[in-house]
């Protein structure tokens, strides 16, 4: 179950996903968790990552205090708590359209 500030998060991205144009990339069906659960990637990576891979993306998270928060909480989290947001965000259908733009930026936040 999400806590409050999930809630926000999942909501934020809802509305984001509406905002976004359809070009952005639907995600495999299973993606991969552990690199999100497991990152050594600091805030500043993850979110440079992000704009490398989808700069459209990447624009609309800087102009959402909710996303960067929800992020924020999520680094700084164990990785017991990692995984079971990892596994609330891969479940939820409006996180579907950001999860391959989001394992890419795990996949390679460590060249940041």
Avoid: W
Avoid at 14 to 21: H, I, M, N, Q, R
Avoid at 40 to 48: D, E, K
Avoid at 94 to 112: D, I, R, S, W
């Amino acid at each position: 179950m999400f806590r409050p500030s999930m809630v926000n998060v999942a909501a934020g991205l809802g509305a984001l996903a509406f905002s976004l144009s359809a070009g952005v990339g639907i995600a495999s069906a299973d993606p991969d968790l552990d690199l999100a659960i497991n990152t050594t990637c600091s805030y500043p990576q993850v979110v440079a990552a992000l704009n490398a891979q989808d700069p459209q993306f990447g624009k609309a998270f800087a102009q959402s205090p909710i996303l960067q928060r929800g992020l924020r909480e999520f680094l700084a989290a164990g990785p017991d708590k990692r995984a079971q947001t990892a596994q609330d965000v891969a479940n939820a259908p409006a996180f579907q359209p950001y999860l391959g733009v989001m394992e890419q930026a795990y996949k390679t936040c460590h060249n940041f």
